[in-house]
């Protein structure tokens, strides 16, 4: 073969160098060293340049994929914007900026498009509330579908019309209904680009007081049933209405293979600050993330409001001629401003053009790049062919003749969020947007990175949108006892599938699937902005109450067959099989409290009790039970003697406090995830019955003391209940707790608990609106029960106040119970009766006024997955100082004492003094706040609020609250208090009793080889498809786990005091996590269950790895995973 004489290198001879030569080529060494060593130390500094758009493109290099590695959650973090610096610099004067009224005079000056054009995506969208004004049935009737139809017909007329849609609720009860030809046109139009899923969950959920667990239960039914039915993974997030945004949301949709969000309700002072220095698109990152896994990027809207007056640009007056379905013949009010849209024609469209484009310029300098985001729409519009035509027809034209005039810079066209995000992506590469001295993100250059969440919403003057936090308080608490059952569930359906792998005995899991998913669409559209909210009518707040009470009684109900197969009762059940259990907490109605059912325990007879534990540790904890007898006897599952209490079971009735049954507590010891029997016995010989409490009692009414109770009067000025770790005094006349006392170190913790009322005639559904202080309402002369036990001591009240029936009682109980956490917690329980017309525009709290120095500085939780950082503002009024709890509240001093306050239903907590806990229980309201829903809140329903408080102390040095601005952890301790409040025990009673002569055998279920450990919290083990799960030929594993690694605070005692033995210090193993089951398949997915690519996901190279079963998880991680289970020895 033949060379070419080109490609062959010729030698040279060398050449002498003079000495001058070598110095510099010296010089030139050390120099490259030196850099060499500034870069290694320092990294690439950021490029100086003005801080405006450059005249002329720089070309960028695509930046590199950093690959995360397992990192410390205590290192902090490096960002360029948090939400509370913006809140510190902000004087929230809310100064008249003209035509836009929250902002100022935007101006331009002509040429800043002259080297890059203005790009123009106007984004056609309808939203639609699943339940409001009108359920989501009656909203899918009159106008759903009908805009559904609407999209697929007019996009099909022309491909340069593009639409985006949200809510998988209303597209899969459609896709239901549709013809198979609009279905095949529907998906024709996602596959060319012209329509996009945007978001895909079930609904477009709340982020105050909904909780992850629920977040990610809706995400997961959306996005799974779009990709299992129409093969669409949506990649970008579309929030436009929930009222405030939580960064849990953000790290969730990162997690779930989302690359863009869009939000627009944030405080309107905020946005004005992050317009004026174009930050109003930046990347979203997490608190305690140093390595920017968690990054992504988002868009924030800069006005008013997602509709089409508030979205063209700064002055609505003008955009509102825009919106052409505002024309006379169509359904919608003219424009408020006085000037309405008309045709477009050819005579008037130059000037239409330039009027609009003023717009979209204006809009533009607030942003950094030249490519803009217009929304197109407004709730529940294209409804009609007639509607969409003249949008898209009027638009086009002025398209056209802006496209057709080449000296306006500028391309407008009809766009989806995705054609939007990559193109504004392809000029952030091409063209470096990075401010001097800014971190931003590798992922998206050219933007500032944030960290923080955005609470506490107003969209114009001190209208602050925290009263929706705690509006319609019972149905927030009913959402939470759904989640916690549909969690309990699923896991006992992965236990009978993975157990089973017989026909028999898959008859059971498969025969409920139809049942179950129902339960987590349910769960799911209660998520909704106007469900979980309570800010919808009466009659769809009703229609949301009865489908989850009905999903609850179906679960319910399952596992009282499960528990059958699980314990060996019964291998052969079915769905349509009568259960031999029933739940021990039953509802009579959706919106009725719950019911403990009594245990009759008549003599000679035995009634076994089944507890289900759905916590990833073995649980030690004083449970109860409602007898109707009070000389019973408890056993275990050996029939071995369980020691037991009797107290009366108590109720809101001053004349007849004492119900007339008895209430038995126990010690029961339950296998993590699993399930252990005890037996209540009337007659059993050998065995001590239940030792009844002494009762000290002060009551006005007929409430004389009966068998086999001792009681005497209350005379103290104070009284005392106390435990081995704690003494609690309550003041006798009111029964309230003042104080508590360490046993062991003596040390004393004012708490001084105070019940009071706001008066807010223009407060509603949205708004807390308060006329003045709160009103404390107890009076001297309280009615107080004082039970003194050996394994539980309570002191319940109903107090005097100035309404004939007082609109609450409260009990107060520490337990007796050595290696439970439930002996270093106060449970204190409120029953709230916020009812008749003499409550109306009032608002109940609870005050706890401690003497902590928080200097009025807090942390709240965020979705129960992390906390925020609050701090009480003067220059903002106290409703803007509220903010949400879906699960707690903690403050600290700067000495170490730290107090919490945990809860199991989402409300509104507030420090508005030092020392101080404000939590709003209930509110009941006559009039609309002018919001859209035409409503008060009247339908308020008697309920129990459950806290769990702590106090706890330092044992190594503490954070100063005021110095650090960041959040702060809770306790491992801390974390084990939640996880038992929010996921109690699931209790089962036999329907029949025994003769006590028959004994069974033993009967538990230890599905674990032993407890996790205590820093590992399992968020979800399911079967997400079950009616797959029999069949032989699946390709993807069938079975998930969503694990979590809490982040605590080590100043606080390591072990979680209790009985936790361990932390993940050694990391999990997988295949070595369940007793009698083999772990097969196994892989890291998306918390969506969707993307199998971890490295987009953020996951660690470690944590993606999971072929040999070992888990590894960084502090605060949420990671999810697909294996399948077999039987180690299959029968």
């Not at 409550?839 to 902590?852: A, S």
Request: charged content about 25%; glycine content about 6%; aromatic content about 12%.
């Amino acid at each position: 073969m033949a060379f070419s004489t080109s490609h062959v290198r010729r030698v040279r001879k060398p050449r002498k160098r003079p000495a001058l030569t070598n110095l510099f080529f010296i010089g030139l060494t050390a120099s490259i060293l030196f850099f060499i060593l500034i870069f290694y130390l320092y990294g690439i500094p950021n490029p100086i340049h003005p801080p405006t758009r450059p005249g002329l493109p720089i070309k960028t290099h695509k930046p590199l994929h950093r690959r995360p590695v397992i990192r410390s959650a205590n290192r902090s973090v490096s960002v360029d914007l948090t939400t509370k610096g913006l809140y510190d610099g902000i004087e929230f004067k809310d100064v008249d900026g003209g035509p836009w009224t929250q902002g100022w005079r935007v101006e331009y000056k002509g040429g800043e498009w002259d080297h890059e054009k203005l790009k123009v995506f106007v984004v056609p969208h309808s939203h639609n509330d699943p339940g409001w004004k009108l359920t989501v049935e009656e909203y899918y009737d009159s106008q759903s579908r009908h805009i559904l139809d609407t999209v697929v017909d007019t996009l099909s007329k022309d491909e340069r019309r593009k639409f985006i849609w949200e809510e998988m609720s209303y597209l899969e009860r459609w896709w239901r209904d549709a013809p198979d030809a609009k279905k095949e046109a529907l998906i024709k139009l996602l596959q060319n680009g012209q329509l996009e899923i945007v978001g895909g969950g079930w609904v477009m959920n709340d982020e105050a007081n909904s909780h992850y667990f629920a977040i990610i239960e809706q995400m997961m039914e959306g996005n799974m049933w779009l990709n299992e039915t129409i093969g669409v993974i949506p990649k970008n997030s579309w929030a436009i209405d929930p009222f405030g945004y939580s960064s849990t949301m953000a790290y969730l949709l990162k997690r779930m293979g989302f690359e863009n969000m869009l939000i627009q309700r944030t405080h309107y002072e905020l946005k004005k600050e992050l317009a004026l220095h174009k930050n109003l698109e930046y990347i979203w990152r997490q608190s305690w993330d140093t390595y920017e896994t968690t990054d992504i990027f988002v868009h924030m809207m800069p006005f008013y409001s997602y509709d089409i007056p508030h979205t063209c640009g700064p002055e609505p007056a003008v955009c509102c001629q825009f919106d052409f379905a505002r024309m006379n013949g169509f359904m919608y009010e003219r424009c408020p401003w006085g000037q309405h849209p008309e045709e477009t024609t050819q005579e008037n469209v130059k000037e239409r053009a330039i009027k609009l484009l003023d717009q979209y310029k204006k809009k533009s300098t607030l942003y950094r790049t030249n490519t803009l985001l217009v929304p197109l729409g407004d709730d529940f519009r294209y409804i009609s062919v007639e509607e969409a035509e003249a949008q898209f027809r009027n638009y086009q034209m002025l398209f056209d003749y802006i496209n057709s005039t080449p000296e306006l810079n500028t391309e407008a066209k009809f766009g989806t969020l995705e054609d939007y995000f990559r193109t504004m992506r392809d000029e952030a590469e091409k063209i470096n947007y990075s401010r001097p001295g800014e971190f931003g993100s590798v992922q998206v250059p050219g933007f500032p990175s944030l960290s923080g969440d955005f609470f506490t919403y107003a969209d114009r003057r001190q209208d602050y949108w925290s009263g929706y936090y705690v509006s319609r308080p019972f149905f927030k608490s009913v959402d939470r006892v759904l989640e916690h059952t549909l969690r309990a569930t699923e896991m006992t359906m992965v236990f009978l599938f993975g157990f089973c792998q017989r026909a028999q005995c898959e008859k059971l899991p498969t025969g409920f699937t139809h049942k179950l998913t129902t339960a987590r669409r349910n769960l799911a559209l209660f998520q909704h902005h106007d469900g979980v909210t309570g800010t919808a009518k009466d009659h769809v707040v009703q229609d949301y109450g009865m489908r989850m009470h009905t999903s609850l009684q179906d679960l319910q109900i399952f596992m009282s067959k499960a528990i059958e197969v699980l314990l060996g009762i019964h291998h052969d059940k079915n769905d349509q099989n009568p259960s031999l259990f029933a739940p021990a907490q039953v509802r009579s109605r959706y919106d009725a409290q719950p019911v403990h059912q009594p245990i009759s325990a008549n003599q000679g007879t035995v009634q076994s009790v089944v507890v289900f534990n759905s916590l990833e540790q073995t649980r030690n904890e004083i449970v109860m039970f409602i007898v109707e007898r009070s000389d019973v006897t408890v056993l275990d599952s050996n029939w071995t003697c369980v020691k037991s209490q009797i107290s009366p079971e108590l109720q809101h009735n001053k004349m007849k406090m004492f119900t007339g049954r008895h209430r038995v507590f126990f010690k029961a010891s339950v296998p993590a995830m699993g399930l252990q029997t005890y037996y209540i016995a009337n007659g059993f010989v050998g065995c001590e019955k239940a030792k009844p409490a002494k009762l000290k009692v002060s009551s006005t009414g007929k409430n004389s003391c009966f068998a086999p109770y001792s009681c005497s009067k209350l005379e103290d000025d104070s009284v005392q209940i106390r435990n081995r770790y704690q003494s609690l005094t309550f003041d006798s006349k009111t029964g309230l707790l003042q104080k508590v006392t360490e046993t062991k170190s003596g040390s004393l913790n004012v708490i001084d608990i105070e019940l009071a009322m706001y008066t807010s005639p223009e407060s509603g559904a949205y708004l807390f609106k308060p006329s003045g202080d709160a009103t404390p309402i107890t009076e001297t002369g309280s009615d107080i029960v004082v039970s003194e036990g050996f394994l539980v001591q309570e002191v319940f009240s109903i107090p005097k106040t100035r309404w004939a029936k007082s609109p609450v009682s409260y009990s107060t109980r520490v337990y007796i119970c050595e290696g439970s956490v439930q002996e270093f917690l106060i449970e204190n329980e409120y029953h709230v009766e916020l009812i008749g017309h003499e409550f109306n525009d009032k608002e109940l709290v609870v005050r706890y006024k401690t003497d902590i120095d928080n200097k009025r500085i807090f942390y709240s939780d965020l979705n129960g997955f992390q906390t925020s950082r609050r701090e009480t503002y003067d220059k903002i009024p106290l409703q803007g100082n509220y903010y949400p709890m879906p699960s707690l509240a903690f403050m600290q001093e700067s000495k170490g004492t730290r107090f919490s306050v945990h809860t199991r239903q989402s409300l509104g907590v507030a420090s508005p003094k030092n020392g101080w806990f404000e939590i709003m229980l209930d509110r009941r309201l006559s009039r609309d706040d002018g919001r859209g829903l035409g409503q008060g809140v009247l339908d308020n329903h008697p309920m129990n609020v459950v806290f769990h408080l702590t106090f706890e102390s330092n044992i190594s040095t503490v954070v100063d609250s005021v110095s650090h601005a960041g959040p702060l952890s809770p306790s491992l301790f801390s974390h084990r208090v939640g996880a038992h409040l929010n996921h109690p025990l699931n209790a089962f009673i036999a329907k029949k009793p025994q003769e006590i002569s028959v004994q069974p055998p033993p009967r538990s279920f230890s599905p674990l080889t032993g407890s996790l450990p205590c820093d590992l919290h399992v968020v979800s083990l399911k079967v997400p498809r079950p009616l797959k799960y029999t069949q032989q030929n699946v390709e993807e594993p069938r079975t998930v786990l969503i694990l979590q690694r809490r982040h605590w605070d080590s100043s606080y005692c390591r072990k979680g005091k209790s009985d936790c033995s361990r932390i993940d210090d050694e990391n999990l193993n997988l295949l070595n996590v369940f007793q009698g089951l083999n772990v097969l398949n196994a892989k890291a997915t998306s918390l969506n269950l969707l993307h199998d690519d971890t490295e987009m996901l953020g996951y660690s190279e470690q944590a993606a790895d999971v072929s040999q079963g070992r888990l590894v998880l960084s502090p605060m991680e949420l990671y999810a995973y697909k294996f399948d289970l077999r039987p180690v020895n299959p029968s």
